[in-house]
């Protein structure tokens, strides 16, 4: 696609409840990103893919979060059991080469969570 | 410490003149450094780029990296209202399984 592409935009979750978010890399990006920005901070490192590979999940702050890529496109942040300090909006960013450090990421419009 | 360190402001700087953002990281090996611009509800978009010592020129924009310091800035010459934004920075190691680090970001209003 022309973009990166995230859905939901917006999702209202109760705690407890579970939430999948979406992402749409830009089409044959390699590396994608997962970030998470609370308001008013700077993004959060969360999980690194390159193709199918989660070569780093250390950002991830519980394990009731988990992220996939299976086919190495599209890929799902779950969050289980959302707690209110889940609120945030999730950032997703893909680069086009394997070597993060000499490509610039692009960012989707991102997926505001609100837990209540 | 937090591994990239930004001011967050407001910096508030008149319509005209040169604005000038600064950035400390911790980690000595990184090797790539990006600024990035995010306007109040949107997503973050790149500005610029630098990955070797010295000054990087793109028209009104200029990056400065100086790794023995530590130290990352980015001025903004004859500053517009436009400019008005949250200037996030953002530090890499280079190898193929880094994570990319950002600051908390600088807020910078440019006033008329």
């Known amino acids: 696609g022309a973009g990166v592409s995230q859905s939901p935009r917006y999702k209202v979750a109760k705690r407890g409840q579970d939430v999948a978010l979406r992402c749409d890399p830009i089409s044959g990006h390699v590396s994608l990103f997962w970030y998470q920005q609370a308001l008013g901070q700077g993004p959060e490192f969360l999980t690194y893919f390159q193709n199918e590979a989660q070569l780093d999940k250390s950002g991830l702050p519980s394990d009731r979060f988990f992220a996939e890529r299976p086919e190495g496109s599209v890929s799902t942040l779950k969050i289980q059991r959302t707690q209110q300090e889940d609120s945030a909006v999730y950032l997703c960013?893909?680069?086009?080469?394997?070597?993060?450090?000499?490509?610039?990421?692009?960012f989707g419009a991102g997926s505001r969570l609100t837990v209540l | 410490q937090k591994e990239v360190e930004q001011n967050s402001g407001p910096l508030s700087v008149p319509e005209g003149a040169i604005a000038s953002l600064n950035c400390t990281y911790s980690d000595r090996v990184s090797q790539s450094f990006f600024w990035y611009r995010q306007y109040s509800g949107k997503s973050p978009e790149l500005i610029m780029s630098i990955y070797s010592n010295g000054d990087k020129e793109d028209g009104r924009f200029t990056a400065q990296l100086n790794k023995a310091s530590q130290y990352v800035s980015l001025l903004i010459r004859d500053s517009q209202p436009s400019d008005s934004a949250t200037y996030l920075c953002a530090v890499n190691r280079g190898s193929s399984a880094s994570k990319i680090i950002f600051g908390s970001g600088t807020r910078l209003s440019i006033r008329p």
């Open positions: 960013a893909s680069s086009r080469d394997r070597n993060s450090g000499a490509n610039v990421l692009t």
